[in-house]
């Protein structure tokens, strides 16, 4: 998990395709704690999918980083600010913003693992995490059955193992250094998506 999203940004700039790496290495981590955070997976990977898709498509080239696709699907209106048009694939900015969100919880979830010093559980870390990040963002619905998904989350030991290490010590090193290149990489997000105007897509 150490590697996630290392090698994704450049100066100001994401590399899509190391971006989505990142993402499937945190969703091998979310599979990894338990068949509750199935359904949470199976839907990032959905989103991971729909990117892969424009970056493997026709257009693939204006894909490669976010700049790039950003520019693009701007300059040929492939973007709807006002509602999502059914029956169409998503577009290339609106589901990384979805991932976007998800991003900062896992970061906040991930640092407050490493910062824990070997105590506290796991379900209020990840439950105080999702409230202060991605709640807001769901249905009262959706909300609810999270907030069942965290009280199954497997005791602090375990979830060390997950991450392939026995000791706090060496799990805060791995969260901390993989929290690290989250940030990076979600400041630089948020600062394009700002720009643009685009932190609210339908």
């Known amino acids: 998990m150490i590697k996630a999203f290392h090698s994704s940004f450049i100066e100001n700039d994401i590399i899509l395709g190391e971006y989505l790496e990142g993402w499937r290495e945190l969703i091998k981590f979310m ?6 955070f199935t359904f949470i997976s199976q839907e990032t990977m959905t989103k991971v999918n729909i990117l892969q ?3 493997n498509g026709e257009n693939g080239k204006s894909y490669r980083t976010l700049l790039t696709m950003v520019k693009f699907e701007l300059e040929n209106e ?5 509602e999502f048009p059914p029956n169409r694939v998503p577009s290339g900015c609106r589901t990384l913003l979805r991932l976007h969100r998800a991003l900062k919880w896992l970061e906040v979830f991930l640092y407050k693992l490493g910062m824990s010093e070997g105590h506290g559980q796991t379900s209020e870390m990840c439950a105080d995490a999702y409230h202060k990040t991605l709640a807001h963002h769901h249905s009262w619905f959706i909300r ?5 998904a965290f009280l199954a ?3 602090l030991k375990e979830m060390y193992t997950v991450v392939c290490v026995q000791k706090h010590e060496e799990a805060k090193t791995v969260l901390l250094t993989t929290v690290d290149s989250i940030v990076k990489v979600y400041n630089i997000t948020q600062e394009v998506y700002t720009m643009n105007g685009m932190l609210d897509l339908p």
């Open 31 to 36: 599979d990894a704690l338990g068949t509750v």
């Open 53 to 55: 898709g424009y970056l």
């Open 78 to 82: 492939v973007v709807n600010f006002k």
């Open 144 to 148: 609810q059955v999270a907030e069942v």
């Open 153 to 155: 989350l497997p005791p």
